[in-house]
């Protein structure tokens, strides 16, 4: 059955809309005198946990600090994973340029030009991409486990009490980030499908 283009354009504008109602409902640490104004700084600790920049500078220091070679191939393709969700995400941005919400208030850590876009959250993908990348490579107590989703929930959620992005800036960023890490894993970095790279890293 085809769908009248009317009605089609009227579900979308209803469902956009409802997205921008949710979100500034629910943007309550958008400002220091929003709802939740106090937890603001909470909020944006947060919110570094999940930056690109401590990410890759952690991961490059602990992959030169390395002596251990399954280590290394853990780091490399954490490294190659962390960079891939930059550049993805950027393209996404740049093609959607959907603007951030009215609401928020422009004073995140470390910003580039691409960054005044608001889809997906590049925060979101980036917790998913790593949540599930760590769940699977490191072998972790349950309570550890537990707490590193919870880690990824609570960054998504975050972006929206900021007032940083729509709620479907967040939920379709989770989804993109967990779909990244099957890339992650079909182009996975061995010593055996990138042994020049491994060489590099072995000095």
């Known amino acids: 059955m085809k769908l009248n283009p009317s009605f089609t354009g009227i579900a979308l504008r209803s469902l956009l809309a409802i997205d921008l109602w949710a979100s500034k409902r629910l943007g309550v640490c958008a400002r220091e005198g929003s709802a939740w104004g106090s937890a603001r700084p909470l909020m944006k600790v947060i919110e570094v946990s999940g930056h690109g920049i401590p990410w890759l500078l952690g991961t490059a220091y602990g ?45 995140m850590f470390v910003t580039v030009s691409v960054d005044k876009y608001s889809f997906p959250s590049g925060h979101a993908t980036r917790a998913a991409m790593v949540c599930r990348f760590v769940l699977h490579h490191l072998v972790l107590a349950i309570p550890l486990r537990v707490l590193v ?46 042994p020049a790279l491994f060489a590099l890293w072995s000095h």
């Open 63 to 107: 992959l030169c600090r390395s002596d251990s070679s399954p280590g290394r191939e853990v780091l490399l393709n954490l490294l190659f994973a962390l960079l891939l969700d930059l550049v993805l995400v950027a393209v996404v941005k740049g093609l959607v340029r959907r603007r951030r919400p009215t609401h928020n208030k422009m004073d």
């Open 149 to 194: 989703v919870l880690w990824a929930v609570i960054v998504g959620i975050s972006r929206v009490m900021l007032g940083r992005h729509n709620v479907t800036d967040v939920a379709f960023g989770l989804i993109m980030g967990y779909m990244q890490y099957s890339v992650v894993e079909y182009f996975w970095l061995s010593p055996l499908s990138a």
